[in-house]
């Protein structure tokens, strides 16, 4: 079902097609979740689109933040995948994949924005067992309150350098 995908980088591009595209097929697959959302925030988050010929059936977003856990800021992703193709995990891994490998090099290129990783917090379950997904090498930290698991993914052209000293050092 993938072999027909084409993938356009939309990160930090603020192309006005790109994100029209977006946003009409965010509407179709959960309209009250695109009621919250504004076409700036959409433009900012926008990171990769998976076409099928002209129509959208993938969509990955990042939200840049601080995690907590280990206080630094990570690239917190989100996929949302369109009508037939919800159960394609192909699909799903070859767009974390591709985001993975495009905001590394973004955060290698652009240190100053201080990006570690990236980071996904499963909302369903079957998020799997393993302690590290092969697609984004996303590892296992814990979970949040609501049983949802937290994966960290570092990029390997980071240094994690102690800010002050712990009972560790």
Do not use: C
């Amino acid at each position: 079902m993938t072999d027909d995908i084409t993938y356009q980088i939309g990160w930090r591009l603020n192309d006005e097609k790109l994100i029209a595209d977006v946003a009409a097929f965010l509407r179709g697959i959960s309209p009250e979740d695109d009621e919250q959302a504004n076409e700036n925030d959409r433009a900012a988050q926008l990171a990769i689109i998976a076409y099928a010929g002209q129509a959208v059936v993938a969509v990955s977003m990042l939200d840049i933040r601080l995690l907590d856990r280990v206080k630094q800021k990570f690239a917190f992703i989100r996929v949302a995948l369109g009508s037939g193709y919800e159960k394609d995990a192909t699909l799903s891994d070859e767009i974390t994949q591709r985001t993975r490998d495009m905001i590394e090099a973004y955060a290698e290129s652009h240190p100053e924005e201080g990006i570690f990783g990236m980071a996904a917090i499963l909302k369903k379950p079957g998020g799997g067992e393993l302690p590290v997904l092969p697609a984004g090498k996303l590892a296992l930290i814990g979970y949040t309150v609501r049983k949802e698991q937290v994966r960290v993914g570092w990029f390997g052209h980071v240094v994690v350098r102690p800010k002050q000293k712990n009972a560790y050092s």
